[in-house]
């Protein structure tokens, strides 16, 4: 007989649903959205999450890999598909038949695509990337005139979007230099008469704080959201701003209980002992499936509405809780390792604090196995 881990990720699309509707409503009017669902929309599951966000009303997708494009396409997304990390390794072919649109960070990258598009006599729409302040991927601006000339020789390939990516969200004084660099390839694009349909330089915190729009000539007209759609915040102060509901939680059950004496040492290296009889429940949750070892003696969890605190190392596919405090517990007994249980939360925030880390990687670090055994609430 086949056992299924009581360890899940559940994903609340209702609640999807009403954050994309809470930032469409503070988003100005003029901005068209681009959700961003790249790491299987950052471990939401792409999957579920894309056809709930096309239907409440989004404008364009974005992935990383033409892989994620096509398994898009394979969930009934209609909306434009847009390659974050342009087409990398996968055959060019595949953006013509799925209809997928690359982003393109150099010349070379532009030049090979026009070759493919070329043989098969067919036009490819593709996003160029302006690199304004960020110094990884995109053309610097200081080349983009010379880039430009070049690019324009390319008869194969229709320049449709224009793009750049802010480096620190919560650094003003940088975005406004980033996105004075922005301006200045809109200007010049304008000029020639050249401005493509889509801009977008603005992520979440810019589309939320009204920063969106150039406002020197030529405003953005698309904003990418990502972190937000998922209930999470890039940065604190945002939390003042838009209230978003999580999507994401994590759940277990107790699978062990046991009492222990003052002093009894739990799991590898001993880093913890009890410094009281305690009773001490195991998890059927570790490290493999993303809740990493850092998290040892730092973690709580929700049992019955109460915090218990995670102790010793954590394991690869176990780990152990002091349950002391915690009231009358039997094995079986619901555990919430992000989520909400009683009146008590904890968020993916809080849990990247503890790992000193982001949300994005406690996000992204779920294990496949967990989503295998995803349980969905159906979107009200």
Same mark, same amino acid.
């Given at each position: 007989?086949?056992?299924?881990?009581?360890?899940?990720v559940?994903?609340?699309?209702?609640?999807?649903?009403?954050?994309?509707?809470?930032?469409?409503?503070?988003?100005?009017?003029?901005?068209?959205?681009?959700?961003?669902?790249?790491?299987? $929309?950052?471990?939401? &599951?792409a999957? =579920?999450?894309?056809?709930?966000?096309? +239907? *409440? !009303?989004?404008? %364009?997708?974005?992935?990383?890999?033409?892989?994620?494009?096509?398994?898009?396409?394979? $969930?009934?997304?209609? &909306?434009?598909? =847009?390659?974050?990390?342009?087409?990398? +390794? *996968? !055959?060019?072919? %595949?953006?013509?038949?799925?209809?997928?649109?690359?982003v393109?960070?150099?010349?070379?990258?532009?030049?090979?695509?026009?070759?493919?598009?070329?043989?098969?006599?067919?036009?490819?729409?593709?996003? %160029?990337?302006?690199?304004?302040?960020?110094?990884?991927?995109?053309?610097?601006?200081?080349?983009?005139?010379?880039?430009?000339?070049?690019?324009?020789?390319?008869?194969?390939?229709?320049?449709?979007?224009?793009?750049?990516?802010?480096?620190?969200?919560?650094?003003?004084?940088?975005?406004?230099?980033?996105?004075?660099?922005?301006?200045s390839?809109?200007?010049?694009?304008?000029?020639?008469?050249?401005?493509?349909?889509?801009r977008?330089?603005?992520?979440?915190?810019?589309?939320?704080?009204?920063?969106?729009?150039?406002?020197?000539?030529?405003?953005?007209?698309?904003?990418r959201?990502?972190l937000?759609?998922?209930?999470?915040?890039?940065?604190?102060?945002?939390?003042?701003?838009?209230?978003?509901?999580?999507?994401?939680?994590?759940?277990?059950?107790?699978?062990?209980?046991?009492?222990?004496?003052?002093?009894?040492s739990i799991?590898?290296?001993?880093?913890?002992?009890?410094?009281?009889?305690?009773?001490?429940?195991?998890?059927?949750?570790g490290?493999?499936?993303?809740?990493t070892?850092?998290?040892?003696?730092?973690?709580?969890?929700?049992?019955?509405?109460?915090?218990?605190p995670?102790?010793?190392?954590?394991?690869?596919?176990?780990?152990?809780v002091?349950?002391?405090?915690?009231?009358?517990?039997s094995?079986?007994?619901?555990?919430?390792?992000?989520?909400?249980?009683?009146?008590?939360?904890?968020r993916?925030?809080?849990?990247?604090?503890?790992a000193?880390?982001?949300?994005?990687?406690?996000?992204c670090?779920?294990?496949?196995?967990?989503?295998?055994?995803?349980?969905?609430?159906?979107?009200?």
């Amino acid at each position: 007989m086949l056992r299924t881990s009581p360890t899940v990720v559940e994903i609340d699309l209702s609640a999807l649903r009403s954050n994309f509707l809470e930032l469409r409503q503070k988003i100005k009017p003029s901005l068209s959205i681009l959700a961003v669902v790249k790491s299987d $929309a950052y471990g939401h &599951k792409a999957s =579920l999450v894309a056809p709930v966000l096309q +239907e *409440a !009303g989004v404008d %364009l997708f974005g992935v990383g890999t033409v892989d994620e494009g096509i398994r898009l396409r394979e $969930a009934g997304i209609k &909306k434009p598909i =847009l390659i974050l990390m342009g087409p990398l +390794e *996968a !055959g060019p072919e %595949l953006l013509f038949e799925y209809h997928l649109t690359p982003v393109v960070e150099n010349l070379e990258v532009a030049r090979s695509l026009n070759k493919v598009a070329e043989k098969k006599g067919q036009k490819l729409s593709v996003h %160029l990337k302006v690199d304004t302040g960020m110094t990884r991927l995109g053309v610097p601006c200081r080349e983009w005139d010379s880039f430009w000339n070049d690019f324009k020789k390319l008869n194969f390939l229709q320049c449709e979007g224009i793009l750049s990516h802010l480096a620190e969200a919560g650094d003003l004084d940088y975005t406004d230099f980033q996105r004075k660099n922005f301006q200045s390839v809109l200007q010049a694009l304008a000029k020639s008469g050249d401005l493509p349909r889509w801009r977008h330089l603005a992520n979440s915190v810019e589309a939320i704080e009204g920063a969106g729009e150039d406002r020197v000539n030529h405003p953005s007209n698309l904003v990418r959201l990502g972190l937000v759609l998922y209930g999470a915040y890039p940065i604190p102060r945002l939390k003042t701003k838009i209230s978003l509901k999580p999507v994401l939680s994590l759940k277990t059950k107790i699978i062990s209980l046991k009492k222990v004496p003052t002093g009894t040492s739990i799991s590898y290296n001993r880093t913890f002992k009890a410094g009281r009889e305690s009773l001490i429940g195991v998890l059927p949750l570790g490290y493999a499936d993303g809740y990493t070892r850092i998290l040892s003696n730092k973690a709580s969890v929700l049992v019955h509405g109460k915090r218990a605190p995670v102790v010793g190392t954590i394991c690869m596919d176990l780990c152990m809780v002091d349950l002391t405090e915690a009231g009358t517990v039997s094995v079986g007994d619901e555990v919430v390792v992000i989520g909400q249980q009683g009146s008590d939360e904890i968020r993916a925030d809080e849990l990247a604090a503890w790992a000193g880390t982001i949300s994005y990687e406690i996000f992204c670090s779920l294990s496949p196995r967990l989503r295998s055994v995803t349980r969905i609430n159906s979107p009200k």
